[in-house]
């Protein structure tokens, strides 16, 4: 079985132990990592540290360059990159495939930005002491960037992480996820052999006690982290002067209007509420429809849940994979069987078969319950009926989150209200809440997280602008 070496600024080494990294769908062992110690991550640091300012100063066509290099080597691999997605985080290999061609497009979006990334011109005769000089700001990197990234996209939010970094000349260390490291790993090595100054790319395997050195030390600059709302919270109580990034949960609600054809309604959002298990931030969790259909949505919307094929992640019919370890599970049956002693009823799932739940429909689920309040990052979903659309409105606002949110309709005063008065990062119109193209700025408020991602979003969060005020000599 392979052995997954640290990788630390172009140097590979090798730990005091090693981690098995195993698939959750039927426990297969997938490979050996190295665990890092604190050593191990004070080196990385150091020396990213140290290879700051050589970053700065990489040229501009070089790094656009690299990154369509690296694009092209993901589609490349596209088939071998899937299937170890898949098998490392229990991903159905459909969805495994479309993750390496976002990732592919993560890269290919950052090779076209860093070539017209830049500051602005500014009028400074606004007042006579300003006439003779013209003004402008460059877009400097804030310096070295920890990224920690989550395991249910185990390669193309690596991707958010690296592709932005490396176009505005950023060094960065990733920790990637603990349940499943090796592709982040295999990136890594492509960027290295792809053109990346080693020096820039660093990636380790810890503990978590390990990892919060990165986010302690004064010598990182930014940190972007993309995970639970409770741990992205802490570290950034604990970051000190850095400038910090945080993409975290959500329990997304959608709405369906009495103007929509439900048929159109669906399909889209029983695989936003099941597939991958549900291991989505932005899956579908609360869905509220018109009471005038809504008898008729939990009918269909059940019958298409009980329909959807579950099970092995290679299967090619697979929707609803294993989740990524037993403790996720134990805890998403448990949030089932709060909801209904608090007198919830199941339409239909509410059991496992080996680490995978089967897709579960809850009615009548007190707002209380953890899984209307809480992230549930499992294949289960609330369907509620209502009445009036301004205080649906109400209803998705009650919530600690505010990633995004969906809304079928075909009025677009309704469209037009809910991008006004609801406060989440994104509002989808007559789609998904887990619709998200991975140019456009992406993130979310309230407990949801801080600042945005997306490649331009991320480049401008990772810079700062420097003002450059130029006089004509006296």
């Known amino acids: 079985m392979k052995s997954y070496p640290m990788l630390i600024a172009g140097e590979r080494r090798n730990g005091a132990r090693e981690d098995v990294i195993r698939c959750p769908f039927d426990g297969r062992e997938l490979g050996r ?3 890092a110690a604190e050593r191990d991550v004070e080196d990385a640091i150091a020396r990213a540290h140290a290879a700051r300012r050589a970053l700065r100063a990489w040229p501009t066509h070089e790094r656009a360059a690299f990154a369509a290099r690296t694009a092209a080597r993901l589609r490349e691999r596209s088939e071998d990159l899937a299937r170890g997605i898949a098998l490392e985080s229990g991903k159905p290999l459909r969805f495994a495939r479309a993750e390496v061609v976002r990732a592919a497009l993560t890269f290919e979006l950052a090779a076209g930005e860093v070539k017209r990334f830049a500051g602005e011109c500014f009028p400074l005769d606004l007042e006579p002491r300003g006439e003779g000089r013209v003004g402008f700001t460059l877009r400097v990197p804030r310096g070295v960037v920890a990224a920690i990234s989550p395991f249910n996209f185990p390669l193309n939010l690596v991707a958010h992480k690296l592709a932005p970094a490396l176009a505005v000349g950023a060094p960065c260390v990733l920790k990637p996820a603990p349940q499943c490291p090796l592709t982040a790993l295999e990136l890594v090595e492509s960027a290295w052999e792809l053109g990346a100054p080693p020096a820039g790319i660093s ?22 982290f993309t995970g639970s709302d409770s741990v992205g919270w802490h570290l950034k109580s604990i970051a000190g002067k850095k400038h910090v990034l945080l993409e975290l949960g959500g329990n997304a609600p959608c709405i369906v209007d009495e103007t929509v054809e439900l048929g159109a309604t669906l399909e889209p ?25 809504f008898a008729e949505f939990v009918q269909r919307f059940v019958a298409l849940a009980e329909g959807l094929a579950c099970g092995d992640p290679l299967d090619e019919r697979t929707i609803v994979g294993p989740l990524i370890d037993e403790r996720h599970v134990l805890r998403v049956l448990e949030w089932i069987e709060e909801a209904r002693q608090m007198g919830a009823r199941v339409a239909c799932g509410a059991r496992r078969e080996g680490q995978v739940v089967r897709p579960t ?3 009548d689920v007190p707002p209380s319950a953890r899984v209307c309040r809480d992230e549930v990052f499992g294949p289960v979903v609330v369907l509620e009926p209502f009445a009036d659309f301004a205080e649906v409105l109400e209803r998705c606002n009650r919530s600690r989150f505010g990633l995004q949110v969906g809304l079928y309709t075909r009025d677009l005063s309704r469209a037009l209200l809910a991008a006004r008065e609801l406060d989440f990062g994104g509002v989808i119109v007559n789609d ?9 700025p992406y993130g979310g408020s309230k407990d949801s997280g801080l600042g945005r991602e997306g490649v331009r979003a991320a480049m401008e969060e990772l810079t700062e602008p420097r003002m450059l005020v130029l006089r004509g000599a006296p």
Request: proline share 3%; with cysteine.
């Open 361 to 363: 429909v809850l009615l």
């Open 33 to 35: 990592v190295a665990v």
């Open 269 to 293: 959002l029983a695989l936003a509420a099941f597939a991958f298990g549900g291991q989505v931030c932005v899956k579908a969790q609360r869905i509220y429809v018109h009471e005038s259909r």
């Open 432 to 440: 998904t809440p887990s619709f998200r193209i991975d140019s456009v």
């Open 203 to 224: 990636a380790l395997h810890c503990e978590p006690h390990v990892a919060e050195r990165l986010v302690r030390d004064e010598r990182v600059a930014a940190l972007s």
